[in-house]
Each structure stands twice: as structure tokens, then as C-alpha cells.
């Protein structure tokens, strides 16, 4: 507990099962910055999967890119539908951008989805 709020509001996706799933019968939407897959779920929570390549950079790069996808998720979580998997990729610009722009670009796409609030 930090600050008043919890960390972490979702679950994560570790399983590659999950992960081909979500993959194969979710929807994706596309931005410069990343690439969102979502799928409903059977639950009434929401889990949140995130994935960089090698592509992207080395280590550094990489958790930068993880760190900042997660918290711009954590500040939108509140505002999101429960009951959805998600899944979101890195892209090459990922670790290079400010969290705020991660923000705008996953608000966008979230709400062309049709999971917002």
C-alpha cells in the first residue's frame, strides 16, 4: 500500500495458453506506441498481460516499456468495465515516450473497444 491505493487493481496473465488465446480470438487496436488485444472474459475481474520483444531494446528498454504500459493501465483501471483480458504490446517507440502519452493512446483505444465506463 503506497500513497492510499493498491499497486496492482488486476491480475496478470501468465500462461501461454491464456496469452495464444486472447491472441487468436481477441480483438487488437493499434497505436505508435502500443497494440492492445482484448478479449471478455468468464470472470468479473480484469487481467492484464504485457509483452516486449527484443525488438524493442535491451533489458533496460524493455522493463522501461513494461513499467510505463503498467501505469498508465493503472491510472485507467478505475474507469474500465470488469470482466475483460488484456493483453498489450510493446512497440518500438514504447520506451521512449512519456507515460502520459501511453495514457492517451490506451484511453483511445480502450474506449473504441467499448470496456470504458
Known amino acids: 500500500m ?3 491505493f ?3 487493481d488486476f491480475l496478470s496473465i501468465k500462461e ?3 496469452f495464444c488465446r486472447i491472441y487468436a480470438k481477441g480483438k487488437s487496436f493499434v497505436s505508435p506506441v502500443v497494440v492492445t488485444y ?10 492484464v498481460g504485457i509483452t516486449t520483444t527484443k525488438k524493442i531494446g535491451n533489458a533496460v528498454k524493455r522493463n522501461r516499456a513494461r513499467r510505463v504500459i503498467r501505469e498508465a493501465f493503472r491510472i485507467l483501471a478505475p474507469s474500465i468495465k470488469p470482466g475483460y483480458d488484456f493483453i498489450f504490446v510493446a512497440r518500438g517507440k514504447t520506451p521512449y515516450v512519456k507515460s502520459t502519452e501511453i495514457v492517451r493512446a ?3 483505444q480502450l474506449k473504441k473497444a467499448g470496456v470504458m465506463k
Not at 482484448?38 to 487481467?47: G, H, Q, S, Y
Open 2 to 4: 503506497r500513497c492510499g
Open 6 to 8: 493498491k499497486v496492482m
Open 16 to 18: 501461454n495458453k491464456d
Open 38 to 47: 482484448v478479449l471478455k472474459n468468464r470472470r468479473k475481474n480484469i487481467r
Open 106 to 108: 490506451l484511453s483511445a
